[in-house]
Nanobody, 127 residues
Framework: QVNLVESGGGSVQAGGSLRLSCVAS???????IGWFRQPPGKEREGVAV???????RYADSVKGRFTISRDNTKNTLYLQMGRLKPEDTATYYC??????????????????????WGQGTPVTVSS
C-alpha cells in the first residue's frame, strides 16, 4: 500500500515558478512515479514521470519548463515548474504504479493506469 501526499501548490503570476513535492509512505523505490494534472473543465493529463533509474519523460507541453526528480532517501517526488503559463492552471496529482520491468515506466505512460493517487494540490497561474 502506498499513500501519496502533495504540497507546494498555490497562485503565481505567469512567468513565475513553483515547486511541488509529494511524500510517499510505503516503498516506491521500484515504482514508476510522476505527476498528472486536471485543468478546470478538462480531462486529466500526464505531466511527467520518472522511473527507478531516474529516467524521465515529459508531456510536450511542459518540456523545457518543468523538471521532475525523486529523492529515494526521503521517499519524495518533486516537480520544479518554471516559466509558468495560465494554461498550466490545474490540480496536480502525484501518482505511483508498479509495472513490468522492475521500476520502469510504461510506454505510453500517459495512458497507463496508475493505482496510487494523491489528493491533489491546486496551481493557479494568472496572466
Amino acid at each position: 500500500q502506498v499513500n501519496l501526499v502533495e504540497s507546494g501548490g498555490g497562485s503565481v503570476q505567469a512567468g513565475g515558478s513553483l515547486r511541488l513535492s509529494c511524500v510517499a509512505s510505503g516503498n516506491t523505490y521500484n515504482a514508476c512515479i510522476g505527476w498528472f494534472r486536471q485543468p478546470p473543465g478538462k480531462e486529466r493529463e500526464g505531466v511527467a514521470v520518472i522511473n527507478s533509474a531516474s529516467r524521465t519523460r515529459y508531456a510536450d507541453s511542459v518540456k523545457g519548463r518543468f523538471t521532475i526528480s525523486r529523492d529515494n532517501t526521503k521517499n519524495t517526488l518533486y516537480l520544479q515548474m518554471g516559466r509558468l503559463k495560465p494554461e498550466d492552471t490545474a490540480t496536480y496529482y502525484c501518482v505511483a504504479g508498479f509495472f513490468s520491468g522492475g521500476g520502469m515506466c510504461p510506454d505510453p505512460w500517459e495512458r497507463a493506469t496508475f493505482v496510487y493517487w494523491g489528493q491533489g494540490t491546486p496551481v493557479t497561474v494568472s496572466s
